[in-house]
């Protein structure tokens, strides 16, 4: 019950602050000697990339699952009520136009499409996924 879902919390903001303070970290250390920056290829990632790629994946995951409670919530009860509609119409419509703007920031070579869309790939799912879902709820 409450216990669980309290301790889950904690330990959720405990991850995150450690995650935080951990990024920020690399960020200063990266901003600090530009001098013995290691030349690589376009192709390859570093920590800020790989740490924002997997910042990425987990909000994806806890975002999509965020919808799942309330929907099991409405098939149990067979019902919508105490639903805000307006909540989820203003979640869907900002779901809309921020997978819409990730969409119509893509370059303009053909050949960079795959790569943009592998880099922006959880923030498209998370978008696109919850607008989904929310279908469903409305």
Not at 9 to 17: A, E, K, M, N, P
Not at 36 to 54: A, C, H, N, Q, Y
């Amino acid at each position: 019950g409450s216990t669980s879902l309290k301790n889950f919390c904690v330990s959720w903001i405990g991850l995150c602050t450690a995650l935080g303070v951990i990024l920020l970290c690399q960020l200063f250390l990266r901003n600090e000697d530009q001098s013995t920056v290691i030349k690589r290829s376009p192709s390859s990632l570093d920590v800020m990339e790989v740490s924002g790629f997997i910042c990425g994946y987990i909000s994806c995951a806890f975002y999509l699952g965020s919808r799942f409670p309330q929907l099991y919530k409405n098939f149990r009860r067979k019902s919508t009520d105490g639903t805000s509609y307006t909540l989820f119409a203003l979640a869907m419509v900002g779901n809309c136009t921020y997978g819409l703007s990730l969409v119509f920031k893509m370059p303009t070579a053909k050949s960079l499409w795959t790569l943009y869309f592998l880099h922006h790939l959880p923030w498209l799912i998370g978008s696109f996924g919850v607008l989904f879902l929310d279908g469903f709820v409305s």
